[in-house]
Every structure is written in C-alpha cells, then in structure tokens.
C-alpha cells in the first residue's frame, strides 16, 4: 500500500504565493517521476509539473516562470511553489507518484485526494 497526502492549498489573492507539499508513504522500493495535475471545475484533469528522480523538470506553458516543481528523494516528498498566481489557477490539485513497491514488487502509478486552491479577491 503506497498512500500521497497533499497539502498546502488555500484561499489567496491574485498575485500572492502558496507551496504545496506531498508526502509518499508506504511500501516504497523507489519513486520514479513525481508530478503535480490540477483540475478546474468543469475541465479536464492536466499536467502542471513533474520531475524526473534525477531532477529533471518539465512544466505546462501556463505555469512556466511562475511556477516551481521540486523533491526530496530521501524523504519521498514533492512540493510545487507558486508565484504570481491568477484565477485561472483556481483547481484541485492532486499530486501523482511512479512508485515501485517491494513485498510483492510492482510498479504503480499514485494519486494522492487532491487539495483546493482558490485564487480570487
């Protein structure tokens, strides 16, 4: 059983920041990429960063030079700064893993429940 839990969403003003954190549990051989979606209301789920075990990064073009993406290897933690946000950055947020688990081994593809962040005056 691999378990993420999400954190960090929040109520803010156009323009502020917020940090989202994520926290892998469980019977974790190794975590692959990391990567945080979002989803609007009435949208489809997409991608708004991942990043690689060796730190590579990739971003949706609305978010790049705003957005920052990074993990903590040892700590199977991921977290997502967000500057300058907008309304349109309104979303839920889940967090999402490339976990391989020992006892049995396997890889599988995690989602934590989402986290809500609202960008409105």
């Known amino acids: 059983q691999v378990q993420l839990v999400e954190s960090g969403g929040d109520l803010v003003q156009p323009g502020g920041s917020l940090r989202l954190s994520c926290i892998a549990s469980?019977?974790?051989?190794?975590?692959?990429?990391m990567a945080w979606y979002r989803q609007a209301p009435g949208k489809e789920r997409e991608l708004v960063a991942n990043?690689?075990?060796?730190?590579?990064?990739n971003y949706a073009d609305s978010v790049k030079g705003r957005f920052a993406i990074s993990r903590d290897t040892a700590k199977n933690t991921v977290r997502l700064n967000m500057n300058s946000l907008k309304p349109e950055d309104t979303a839920v947020y889940y967090c999402?893993?490339?976990?391989?688990?020992?006892?049995?081994?396997?890889?599988?593809?995690?989602w934590g429940q989402g986290t809500l962040v609202t960008v409105s005056s």
């Open positions: 990043i690689t075990r060796g730190g590579g990064t």
């Open positions: 469980g019977t974790i051989l190794r975590i692959n990429t």
């Open positions: 999402n893993a490339e976990v391989m688990t020992i006892n049995p081994y396997r890889n599988l593809e995690v």
